[in-house]
């Protein structure tokens, strides 16, 4: 209907899209000084942090985590020593569970490359055991000459021999990851004798000595949307008219209180509106919208396809809500100026025409 309407329409499908998400909140970070660490919240996107520092041959990347919190499906992270060519590098690619396509299985990639050939490379398939696979403390990707392995926790979770003899000059590092929501509590480089070339515990907030990479808000000068479940994630801007909706059980259980009246993060631990999408979209710019107070059931929720359909008709939003409702004194609430219509599709003035 919006396309036919001439609009640029974005459809989301959570079966298809990233780690099967909603709409999601922009990733964010920020440097918790109470708990000296760096939260990181990319739910259903993508965030990075990448640093240098001075070359060595062989050494060791350590990633020390708390608070670690998934995302649906597809949840990972990527481990990196990179050296000046983009060509050669060594990697690390850990799944969590669930796996993508809620697979019973997966596979850790532990990878070396250099001038963009594989020098070595295995993949350690993992069953689908969340405890062991998304509750640890640290990991550590070890790179010597003759071979590459990974620690989790202290125990070697995979290795292979580097029987290449091609040698790299490690001089940075990055740390990505997938809809995963978590702390960073330490990362630290070391050469091969152990005597650090990085270390940050984040003691004081040194989020500025990394290269942070997120991915952009999805849904910005949003005028028309309707959705489907999910938490009131900060996930749009309203463009002056935009109207909008999510059919939610509990989109408007809450309006004037949040849950939490000044997250620093719109986690699955900090959230402001929890599911109460109306709230949110009010703060979001929307000019009208609508929601539950209660378990309205999927057959007394006004569609949005049809308040759409009356209010792109001519209707005001008043009429085009009620038009869409199925029981009358129900559950539902309009919040917005009911006589709002849109200009757009104002319906001719046949005195004016003539």
Not at 73 to 93: A, E, M, P, Q, Y
Not at 202 to 223: E, H, I, K
Not at 248 to 268: C, E, G, L, V, W
Not at 272 to 291: H, S
Request: overall charge positive.
């Amino acid at each position: 209907m919006s396309r036919k309407t001439g609009f640029h329409t974005v459809l989301n499908v959570q079966a298809s899209a990233l780690c099967g998400c909603m709409f999601p909140p922009p990733p964010q970070y920020f440097h918790d000084a109470a708990k000296q660490q760096v939260a990181v919240s990319a739910v259903g996107a993508t965030a990075a942090a990448a640093w240098t520092f001075p070359p060595v041959p062989e050494g060791d990347f350590m990633f020390k985590v708390a608070d670690g919190a998934i995302q649906n499906t597809g949840n990972s992270i990527t481990l990196t020593l990179g050296t000046s060519s983009d060509k050669s590098r060594v990697r690390l690619f850990y799944p969590f569970v669930p796996y993508k396509q809620w697979n019973t299985s997966d596979e850790i990639v532990l990878e070396k490359i250099v001038d963009g050939v594989v020098a070595a490379r295995i993949a350690v398939p993992v069953k689908n055991e969340e405890k062991a696979m998304n509750q640890f403390g640290w990991l550590r990707l070890s790179v010597r000459k003759a071979r590459l392995a990974v620690y989790r926790d202290g125990v070697e979770i995979a290795a292979v021999d580097d029987k290449s003899g091609k040698p790299v000059n490690l001089e940075k590092a990055s740390l990505s990851a997938n809809c995963w929501s978590f702390s960073i509590k330490g990362l630290t480089v070391t050469d091969a004798a152990g005597a650090p070339v990085w270390d940050d515990k984040f003691s004081a907030d040194s989020t500025a000595r990394y290269q942070w990479q997120t991915s952009p808000r999805p849904g910005l000068n949003a005028l028309w949307v309707w959705g489907w479940y999910g938490m009131a994630f900060d996930a749009y801007r309203f463009v002056p008219g935009g109207v909008g909706a999510q059919l939610t059980s509990f989109t408007a259980a809450t309006i004037r209180t949040p849950i939490n009246a000044d997250p620093k993060m719109y986690s699955h631990t900090a959230v402001r509106w929890a599911g109460n999408w109306v709230p949110r979209m009010l703060e979001q710019g929307v000019t009208a919208t609508w929601g539950a107070v209660a378990e309205p059931y999927a057959t007394y929720y006004a569609p949005g396809g049809n308040v759409f359909d009356h209010l792109w008709a001519g209707y005001n939003f008043g009429d085009s809500f009620y038009i869409a409702q199925n029981a009358v004194r129900w559950v539902m609430v309009a919040v917005g100026d009911p006589l709002y219509s849109p200009r757009l599709f104002a319906r001719p003035n046949p005195s004016r025409d003539r």
